[in-house]
């Protein structure tokens, strides 16, 4: 399985941005996957996850202002931002688990998932 982000870059606070992840492998639409981001000196955090049912779970900082989708024919994973805030800014990573279903209490845990994109840099100023 490889995962390749893209859609980064710099927007001013209140501005949006749409990252997409592309993954390569069998079985996407089976999948859990999920959008982690990292800051500068913080832990990884996840920030939205879909599961293979459809099932979807948000960091309680992006609730209302994020949307991760999916297309199962292109198998690509997508995260809509809006809203902006300089407090998004982190490095965004794509992840991939090997299970359909995780529960919502795993889907946003870092440990649950098996595959990582390189990572695509979101800068928010305000």
């Known amino acids: 399985v490889q995962l390749v982000e893209s859609g980064g870059g710099s927007v001013q606070a209140g501005g949006s941005l749409r990252l997409s992840c592309v993954m390569s492998?069998?079985?996407?639409?089976?999948?859990?996957m999920g959008w982690f981001r990292q800051a500068p000196g913080k832990e990884r955090e996840g920030v939205a996850a879909?599961?293979?049912?459809?099932?979807?779970a948000y960091a309680d900082s992006v609730k209302g202002r994020f949307t991760i989708s999916k297309d199962n024919a292109k198998n690509i994973l997508y995260l809509q931002m809006n809203n902006l805030k300089p407090e998004d800014t982190a490095m965004y990573y794509c992840?991939?688990?090997?299970?359909?279903?995780?529960?919502?209490?795993?889907?946003?845990?870092?440990?649950?998932?098996?595959?990582w994109g390189q990572g695509t840099q979101v800068t928010v100023s305000s």
């Open positions: 992840a991939s688990a090997l299970s359909s279903r995780l529960g919502n209490s795993l889907l946003l845990r870092r440990g649950s998932y098996n595959y």
């Open positions: 492998g069998n079985d996407f639409s089976r999948r859990c």
């Open positions: 879909i599961d293979g049912d459809g099932f979807t």
